[in-house]
C-alpha cells in the first residue's frame, strides 16, 4: 500500500523559511519520481517541483526557481522542499505525490502524472 504523508507545513513571515517533509511507504524512492504540487483556495492545483533518483532528474517551476529546493533526504523514505523568501502568494495547501509506474527517466510537473498523493500540509506566508 502506497503511502505519502506530509508534514512541516505552518505560519511563516514574508521572506521566511520553512522545510516540508514527505515520508513514503510502499514503493522505493530509486526508482519512483516524487513530485510537490500547491493548491491555493479558488486555484487549480499546481506543479512545483519534482526529483527522480532513477536518473537524477530535479526540476522546478518557474514561480519557484532559486526559492524552492527539493531533495531526498539520508532516510531512505524521506523527501523534503526546502522553501525560502517565502512570499504572501505561496500560501497554500501542499501535497507531495508520487506515481504508479516508476522506473523511468525524468519527471513531471503536472498532477495528472502522479498516481499517489498525502493529505496535504498548510503553508501561511503572512506577517
Known amino acids: 500500500q502506497v503511502q505519502l504523508v506530509e508534514s512541516g507545513g505552518g505560519l511563516v513571515q514574508p521572506g521566511g523559511s520553512l522545510r516540508l517533509s514527505c515520508v513514503v511507504s510502499?514503493?522505493?524512492?530509486?526508482?519512483?519520481?516524487i513530485g510537490w504540487f500547491r493548491q491555493a483556495p479558488g486555484k487549480e492545483r499546481e506543479g512545483l517541483a519534482c526529483?527522480?533518483?532513477?536518473?537524477?532528474?530535479?526540476r522546478y517551476a518557474q514561480s519557484v526557481k532559486g526559492r524552492f529546493t527539493t531533495s531526498r533526504g539520508l532516510a531512505a523514505k524521506m523527501v523534503y522542499l526546502q522553501m525560502n523568501n517565502l512570499k504572501p502568494e505561496d500560501t497554500a495547501v501542499y501535497y507531495c505525490?508520487?506515481?504508479?509506474?516508476?522506473?523511468?527517466?525524468?519527471?513531471?510537473?503536472?498532477?495528472?502524472?502522479?498516481?499517489?498523493w498525502g493529505q496535504g500540509t498548510q503553508v501561511t506566508v503572512s506577517s
Open positions: 505525490a508520487t506515481e504508479r509506474s516508476g522506473s523511468h527517466y525524468g519527471c513531471y510537473l503536472q498532477s495528472t502524472d502522479y498516481d499517489y
Open positions: 526529483i527522480n533518483d532513477v536518473d537524477g532528474t530535479v
Open positions: 510502499g514503493v522505493s524512492l530509486d526508482h519512483y519520481a
